[in-house]
Nanobody
Framework: QVQLVESGGGLVQAGGSLRLSCTAS????????RAWYRQAPGKQREWVAT???????TYADSVKDRFTISRDNAKNTIYLQMNSLKPEDTAVYYC??????????WGQGTQVTVSS
């Protein structure tokens, strides 16, 4: 089992930046990729970005060129650097791990609120 803990959310004005972190513990050696998702009030959870074990990254069109996913293997942590934030980026952000045992459960998430 893999456990995930997200942190780094907060309140920021439009145009500002935040960096989210997601630290994994447990059976981390089974992880082949990790992803960020978000869920805005009243909406379904949506995928934001993925990073694989070899460092390949992919992004949703809505965040491309504004968000950057990265990783620190020594810390078992991935990050989501969010720049040029917009009010529509307001959501609870979650990370998820994928590997040989299938997808992990969800962490508790971290709230990001962007004011206009």
């Amino acid at each position: 089992q893999v456990q995930l803990v997200e942190s780094g959310g907060g309140l920021v004005q439009a145009g500002g930046s935040l960096r989210l972190s997601c630290t994994a513990s447990g059976n981390i050696f089974s992880i082949s990729a990790r992803a960020w998702y978000r869920q805005a009030p009243g909406k379904q959870r949506e995928w934001v970005a993925t990073i694989t074990s070899v460092g390949s990254t992919t992004y949703a069109d809505s965040v491309k060129d504004r968000f950057t996913i990265s990783r620190d293997n020594a810390k078992n942590t991935i990050y989501l650097q969010m720049n040029s934030l917009k009010p529509e980026d307001t959501a609870v952000y979650y990370c998820r791990a994928y590997g040989t045992t299938g997808p992990s459960g969800w962490g508790q998430g971290t709230q990001v609120t962007v004011s206009s």
